[in-house]
């Protein structure tokens, strides 16, 4: 079955980096659009961030442009999200999920559990 594993999450100063990764397993990883998303504490859920299933092309909410980057590693099988100059409204849990299509669509049908990032001094 579809398994999606997030990690790298934790407490982090206004300012610093933070890398997630997402280990994917039981499909064929390097077909699929994958996408990033997050809630932040009593709010809904935002879409972050999207990338192709060949790597190639990336989209960002506008939120983060300029500040995070996806990329995958379709030999690893694992989807990455690179966080810089974090801000206190990034925190919050954030999900890989897949994406039923190559080249992206709106509906998602995998979601990871989540790691939860928080961004305080």
């Known amino acids: 079955q579809v398994q999606l594993v997030e990690s790298g999450g934790g407490l982090v100063q206004p300012g610093g980096s933070l890398r997630l990764s997402c280990a994917a397993s039981g499909f064929a990883f390097s077909s699929y659009f994958m996408h990033w998303v997050r809630q932040a504490p009593g709010k809904g859920l935002e879409w972050v961030s999207g990338?192709?299933?060949?790597?190639?092309?990336?989209y960002y909410a506008d939120s983060v442009k300029g500040r995070f980057t996806v990329s995958r590693d379709n030999a690893k099988n694992t989807l990455y999200l690179q966080m810089n100059s974090l801000k206190s409204d990034d925190t919050a849990v954030y999900y890989c999920?897949?994406?039923?299509?190559?080249?992206?669509?709106?509906?998602?049908?995998?979601w990871g559990q989540g790691t939860l990032v928080t961004v305080s001094s």
């Open positions: 990338i192709n299933a060949g790597g190639g092309n990336t």
């Open positions: 999920a897949k994406d039923p299509s190559a080249a992206g669509t709106n509906a998602l049908d995998a």
